[in-house]
């Protein structure tokens, strides 16, 4: 009887081996800015309606309290810097219960009341007004409720969002920690700032155990910020003349916005950690929503890592996402440079004035 013997298949060579590697290789070359593409306009659409339902959670405050609320019960004088004689009360801790997040609210409101009167009351002028963050201090509630995350307020593309910032936990560490009062932001003749910004922040020290608070990427719009410079800049810009939405102890009806809803900003994305004074570090500060109010857009737009903590920044290439008054998203243009002789930077704080009366046209600011 005969038997067949079946012909053996030779292995791969080495050679062969190599070239299918390196075909695979190619192809994940291909498919991965692909996938880091489409998970990146994923991102982007959530940051997008992370805005949208800020700012309709604005609306929704302004529609039962008859205006919207001030972007944080600061100085009782709105030329003063940083300091005594408000609460520091921001706008997002504000709007909480039309975000459905209504029992984070409910933990913190109470810690409100104070025999000098309620600390989130714009129109309470009593000089001996605590800090939110001084009543006493630590204030173990707050920090506490504030220790929440909350999605609507955290942009997917940041990669910071669970990074706890610098600071001198234990008395070590180093200056930095989270916002807890401001941005302040003004506008100032006798010094010349078309716009400055102050703000109080925790640097974990004595309080470690109720560390670190939760971060937000979006906060209010102040325009210039409320002040006295009333001369015009090379570019047309008057600061004084274009205060934004939230500002220091100046709560708007929808109906003051007067240069239009579809063309003032509201809240704006900030995910810088830098500050001028601390050079080469980029994790000294960060936003919280239970102590931050606004920024201005004098400083300019950043994307990146290197993007002040009081710009207008995102970690979306490229663009800057912002929430307009009538609850619409559009994109702004990163790398608008802070220069008060710039057509491009005069556009942008007309679009971040509610009144400053300058026609705009969105498309010089956008990509």
């Known amino acids: 009887m005969f038997r067949t013997r079946g012909r053996e298949r030779p292995a791969f060579t080495l050679i062969e081996l190599l070239v299918v590697i390196a075909i695979i290789a190619i192809l994940i070359g291909l498919l991965l ?7 990146e306009a994923a991102n982007r659409m959530k940051c997008s309606n992370n805005l949208k339902q800020i700012a309709l959670g604005a609306h929704n405050y302004e529609s039962s309290n008859g205006k919207l609320p ?4 600061g100085p009782l004088d709105p030329a003063a810097t940083i300091g005594g004689g408000g609460s ?3 706008v997002l801790v504000q709007i909480l219960p039309y975000l459905e997040q209504d029992n984070i609210y409910k933990q913190i409101a109470p810690n409100w009341v104070t025999p000098y009167g309620p600390m ?3 129109d309470n002028r009593n000089p001996a007004l605590p800090f939110w963050f001084d009543n006493p201090y630590p204030p173990t509630a707050i920090y506490t409720a504030g220790r929440n995350k909350i999605n609507t307020f ?10 706890p910032t610098d600071n001198h936990a234990g008395g070590g560490g180093q200056d930095g920690g989270y916002i807890i009062g401001g941005m302040l932001v003004r506008n100032v003749a006798s010094t010349g700032a078309v716009v400055t910004s102050g ?6 020290n004595g309080v470690e155990s109720l560390m670190p608070l939760a971060t937000s990427n979006y906060v209010g719009c102040a325009g210039l910020g409320r002040g006295d410079y009333s001369t015009q800049l090379p570019s047309g810009i008057i600061p004084s003349q274009t205060e934004g939405i939230f500002v220091n102890r100046n709560g708007k009806a929808l109906g003051q916005i007067t240069d239009g809803t579809s063309n003032t900003i509201m809240f704006t994305e900030v995910s810088g950690r830098c500050h001028a004074s601390y050079a080469g570090r980029n994790n000294v500060f960060a936003h919280t929503w239970v102590g931050s109010a606004s920024i201005s857009p004098g400083y300019g737009t950043v ?11 995102s970690y979306h290439s490229g663009v800057v996402q912002v929430a307009l008054a009538d609850g619409s998203v559009r994109s702004v243009k990163a790398g608008i440079a802070r220069n008060v002789s710039d057509a491009t930077w005069a556009v942008l704080q007309a679009m971040g004035g509610v009144g400053d009366g300058i026609p705009t046209s969105f498309q010089g600011v956008s990509n």
């Open 154 to 163: 955290l942009c997917p593309s940041d990669p910071n969002v669970n990074k």
């Open 120 to 122: 989130q009351d714009e």
């Open 70 to 73: 001030p972007g944080m019960i």
């Open 199 to 204: 703000f109080w922040y925790e640097d974990w």
């Open 33 to 39: 800015p692909a996938v880091q593409k489409i998970r």
């Open 88 to 90: 520091d009360v921001g």
């Open 303 to 313: 994307n990146g890592k290197d993007a002040f903590v009081y710009q207008m920044s």
